[in-house]
């Protein structure tokens, strides 16, 4: 996935305008407006629309970089049956942190989350070695714990006195972990 952090400062060190690069990203999907509107989008954080891995190998070559060097790798769990605020005490303790020292401190850390946190972390590792990337000089630059709501199937009532029924709600939350290269 492409990092707007990255690709901004790639322009940057390049100094490379949005119409330069927009002449190379140009082709049969996006016109020039287009390709200029995407890439504006791109250095905001709004992926709209979703760059393909051609145009990010595209960019990488209009700035003389690796497709690496402009990338980042995410990983995400929908609807893991525990509340976010549960789940965000965990991730606390792995953000900026290696990866290998985030899997170090989620095998021993005694909270519920650990394990499924552990799981996402270690896809986001998995794709990023698909693209052939040190492994060793992967860290983790975000982690994103959301509320997802009432777990499905889970609403039920607790019978209380005088005849009132109280809700039992179960939560459940969104677990998004990014990785990126040092």
């Known amino acids: 996935m492409l990092s707007a952090e990255k690709l901004k400062e790639c322009c940057r060190e390049r100094q490379m305008d949005i119409g330069q690069m927009a002449d190379r990203l140009a082709g049969a999907r996006l016109n020039k407006k287009q390709a200029v509107a995407a890439i504006r989008n791109w250095q905001k954080g709004l992926f709209k629309p979703e760059p393909r891995a051609d145009d990010i190998n595209r960019l990488a070559s209009a700035l003389s970089v690796e497709v690496n060097d402009i990338a980042d790798w995410r990983s995400s769990y929908r609807y893991a049956p525990m509340s976010a605020r549960k789940a965000r005490l965990v991730t606390q303790l792995i953000v900026g942190r290696s990866a290998q020292d985030a899997m170090d401190i989620l095998k021993f850390t005694r909270k519920r989350a650990a394990t499924m946190i552990d799981k996402v972390l270690r896809s986001a590792v998995a794709d990023a070695d698909e693209r052939q990337v040190d492994v ?18 889970t609403k039920r009532w607790i019978p209380k006195d005088r005849g009132r029924a109280h809700p039992i709600h179960k939560k459940a939350c969104h677990i998004h972990i990014t990785v990126t290269q040092v």
């Open 136 to 153: 060793d000089k992967l860290y983790v630059c975000s982690a994103r714990v959301d509320d997802a709501g009432i777990r499905i199937g």
